[in-house]
């Protein structure tokens, strides 16, 4: 039963890891930059939960509904003003004007909150769980996390799939020259992709803040796991990304329950194994007939 | 009313002058020819009308709006659009969705999904399959389809013959005169002349970026082409371009 409670539990953690992974794929995607500060952005995101209910109180769940939509129009632009400058700057720019935008942001996170670890307290939630089978308990929150993971992952896929934007958006991930003489606006694009991006990470981020606590410099760890469960799933896949999210997870917690110390050690070594065996990561679609 | 003019531009790649001062004109509901060996700059001459590259030196009107400093998206929203040489599909999506993308300006006329499928028949079989692995011909309309989509005014052909069959080259070519046929102007750049120079009602030939032969393709001697295009002295049939 302990295998099955490892495996029940990396399972729930692996949604979050897939909410975290799937903006950083699709900017990958759209415009084959890797964001370096993805993950303290969700980890911002954290904070300003943490400063409204400071001010306005409340639990903190309410706080996505403002956290979210900002977090979308901060993406919108940050590529705009910031990233689309560093993309015209050649291959190296986007690495280090996303790593020195990562470095801003923990460090102003250390200057205005301390060093401290921080958590969003929401109450009962956080410690009520279901009984699954004998020795098995799943927390609320985790399952929570876990459905809202999935609506997030399947209604992206249903907007790439279904909207003119997700149209365009593939397009521009398939081939930029061919979008733009297509009528397609790169720079709106664009903008829209870190804008998902960036509400996903706010998500993520929030939901991270509410399981465990944070502080300030977490978001590389974030970022790490993101990265993982993206090149498990195989890039450019949204289902890879809910799958590596989720194999990273189980790997994670089964890793653990054999050495407590090594959960996160045995991640890394299925990630580099999927690098190694199977680059393309575990969904990797090759059929003729189009997604 | 002049539909596209092209006023003494020059386009470089570092010290490579890849055009030198040229001026073009091209009337509406016209087909124009431009040929010329490897290199000559035919590319380069696209790639300036679409909005890829802006010239050095020199303006590019379309309906007598100045559009040099317009980027390819907004181009195609005034109704310029470009089949790129090789194609440019977008190989992940599938046929259909390759030709929505194309639609994605919102400019109206007569081209749908439907008319193209009309146009195109043996690509209506495949649209759900992936662009990718279609063949060299069904590529080639997939591509010629997505730029209908925007219902072009101009519609610039890269090499479509290029690496095709010649049967294929014959069909693409019927479906070129249908296009027209809705009244829409065409530049069609070839190294296969004998098929452009058929369907077109005038024809320039580049060389080494200008223009050293033009004029309606009836009028033109295959010595002066021939001569025009690989650049061994030139006859006196021809006329160098301003
Ligand atoms: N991206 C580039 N970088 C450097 N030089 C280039 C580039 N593109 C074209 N050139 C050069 O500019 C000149 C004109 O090229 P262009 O592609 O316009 O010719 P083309 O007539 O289209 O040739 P082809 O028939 O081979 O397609 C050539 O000398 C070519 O080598
Ligand atoms: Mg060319």
Known sequence: MIWLNAVVQGLLLGGLYAIFACGLSLMFGVM????????????????FSIILIEH?????????????????????FLQRFLFDRALDGGELSPLLVTFGLSIVIENLLQQTFGANDQSLNIGALSYQSWKIATDVYVGRLNVII??????????????LSKTRTGLALRATADNRRAASLSGINPKR???????????????????????????PTSGSSDLLFAFEAVIIGGLGN????????IALGIAQTVGSQINAADGILIGDLVFLAILAFRPQGLVGLKSEVAR | MTHLRLDRVTAYYGHLQALQE???EVDQGEILAVIGANGAGKSTLLSLISGEQAPREGRVFFDDIDITSLA???????????????????????????????????RRGTWDLDAVYELFPFIAARRKHRAAVLSGGEQQAVAIGRALMSNPSLLLLDEVSLGLAPVII???????????????TLLVVEQNITEALAAANYAICLLEGRVVLEGKPDTLSQRAISQAYFGHDLGPSSKAAS
């Open chain 1, 32 to 47: 084959r930059l890797v964001n370096l500060a993805h993950g303290d952005i969700g980890v911002l995101a954290a904070y």
């Open chain 1, 56 to 76: 306005l109180g409340g639990n903190p769940l309410w706080t996505f509904a403002a956290v979210v939509p900002v977090a979308a129009l901060v993406g919108y």
């Open chain 1, 146 to 159: 876990f459905v809202i993971a999935v609506i997030v992952i399947v209604g992206l896929q249903l907007f």
């Open chain 1, 189 to 215: 694009t664009r903008s829209i992709a870190t804008a998902i991006a960036l509400a996903t990470v706010a998500i993520g981020g929030l939901f991270l803040a509410m399981r465990t606590s944070f502080a």
């Open chain 1, 238 to 245: 949204l289902w890879g990304t809910l799958i590596g999210g």
């Open chain 2, 22 to 24: 040229l001026s073009l």
């Open chain 2, 72 to 106: 390819p998206h907004q181009r195609v929203r005034k109704g310029i659009a470009l089949v790129p040489e090789g194609r440019h599909l977008f190989g992940t999506l599938s046929v259909e969705d390759n030709l929505r993308s194309g639609a994605s300006t919102r």
């Open chain 2, 170 to 184: 014959r069909d693409l070519y019927a479906a070129l005169q249908r296009i027209t046929a809705e009244g829409t």
